[in-house]
């Protein structure tokens, strides 16, 4: 059993370029001390005392500036380079994050969340144009997932950690995320000066003959629309959630951050494996089942049950997360060329970024001024919604014979 267990994982994590995983070194350094947005929505309802529509208000305003970060770390990514993008987004987020702390003042604060928004989300469509030009397109879903794994192993830490450190004083866990962020920023400026290897999805003559324009690909564009819902499902986690599971629950900050633990502990031990077993079958199929699991999951928390309950819940979301989050990278990446890859995994991220604006704003509305039972029955309906239409551009490109991607 240890031996095949073995042979599983080596066989998951074998192949991969050094490339890929200096830039997994470097998100996990970065996501070790991630913490201020898990418990930002505590912290402004709690130690702040602004109410949950309050801190939902700020929290749209850092989607907002999600959107303009995203574009622009795809825009630059094309015309300077993905890890200098990284670099720049990393020193500036993390002097954000230690100024951030110190303000008090809601105006002072809404406007460095957004100031903030723009300067730390250019890292992720940066982050993912690296990772494609690191991989070949086979090895793709497994570099995606290699970077959720360091994503998540560093939340193994960091959540877990934060919640101690807000439970003495909220004002540590900027200074801890801001550090990690130029140490990260440390990393990539030291590995990244003689490592140029990029690799295309489609040959010389495709990409001459391919168009430029994300707005053109219809495929793509439906992705993102259904990426969007997936993420005003998942963008719950960071606002209404853990305000359900202390009022409702009375679930404390410490249980809080196990969860999240939980959560990122499982993507680090499966997800490789995972994704590495199922390279063979139809990525879309796949998606939609992990929509629909992500859907089902969230929309279990509206049943009443103990804390045990409340794990088996992130268990079940935590599946459909890993199913759905680094093959639909990958996909996009499929589908961009080296011109214009920056720009679609902006686009990528401007979708889920848009969740971030709306999910806060839409959550904390319907749990304030109707019923938080109501929001959960919503993610689990928006979940099969999702379902349903990845089945059905499955179906859509299969009969237009273009169901190998």
């Known amino acids: 059993m240890i031996r095949k267990l073995y042979r599983i994982y080596r066989s998951a994590y074998s192949g991969l370029p050094p490339a890929a995983w200096l830039l997994s070194a470097a998100v996990f350094i970065n996501r070790s001390g991630s913490m201020v947005l898990f418990f930002l929505s505590l912290y402004l309802t709690r130690q702040l005392d602004y109410s949950v529509s309050g801190a939902g208000r700020l929290?749209?305003?850092?989607?907002?500036?999600?959107l303009v970060g995203s574009y622009l770390g795809g825009y630059?990514?094309?015309?300077?380079?993905?890890?200098?993008?990284?670099?720049?987004?990393?020193?500036?987020s993390g002097i954000g994050y230690i100024l951030l702390g110190r303000l008090d003042s809601f105006y002072g604060i809404a406007?460095?969340?957004?100031?903030?928004?723009?300067?730390?989300?250019?890292?992720?469509?940066?982050?993912s144009t690296a990772m494609a030009e690191a991989c070949p397109p086979p090895l793709r879903p497994r570099g995606y997932a290699l970077n959720r794994l360091a994503i998540n192993l560093g939340i193994t830490i960091g959540p877990a950690v934060g919640g101690f450190l807000a439970a003495l004083s909220y004002r540590y866990i900027f200074w801890v995320d801001g550090i990690t962020c130029i140490i990260a920023a440390g990393v990539l400026l030291y590995f990244f000066r003689k490592i140029t290897h990029r690799y295309s999805s489609i040959s010389s003559d495709e990409e001459a003959r391919k168009s430029p324009d994300f707005w053109k690909d219809r495929v793509f564009l439906f992705v993102l629309v259904l990426i969007f819902f997936c993420g005003l499902i998942f963008v719950q986690l960071f606002n209404t959630w853990p305000i359900y599971l202390r009022e409702v629950f009375g679930i404390n900050e410490r249980f809080i951050g196990l969860y999240l633990t939980l959560n990122a502990a499982m993507i680090v031990l499966l997800e490789m494996p995972l994704i590495h077993r199922i390279e063979k079958f139809n990525p879309l199929k796949i998606m939609a089942f992990g929509s629909l699991l992500l859907g089902i999951g969230f929309g279990l928390t509206a049943v009443p049950g103990s804390a045990l309950y409340i794990g088996l819940t992130v268990v079940i979301w935590t599946v459909g997360e890993m199913l759905v989050f680094p093959l639909v990278t990958a996909f996009i990446a499929g589908r961009s060329t080296e011109k214009n890859r920056g720009v679609f995994m902006g686009m990528y991220n401007i979708a889920f970024s848009l969740a971030v604006v709306f999910g806060p704003f839409v959550g904390t509305g319907i749990y304030d001024y109707w019923n938080p039972i109501i929001l959960?029955?919503?993610?689990?309906?928006?979940?099969l919604i999702t379902c349903i239409g990845f089945i059905y551009l499955h179906v859509m490109l299969k009969a237009t014979h273009h169901s190998k991607f």
Do not use: H
Not at 59 to 66: E, K, N, Q
Not at 118 to 126: K, S
């Open 111 to 127: 406007v460095m969340l957004f100031v903030l928004a723009v300067l730390a989300e250019a890292f992720r469509p940066a982050n």
């Open 376 to 383: 959960w029955m919503l993610c689990g309906t928006l979940g």
């Open 76 to 92: 630059y990514s094309d015309k300077f380079g993905a890890i200098r993008v990284q670099i720049v987004s990393l020193v500036s």
């Open 59 to 66: 929290l749209t305003l850092y989607g907002i500036g999600s």
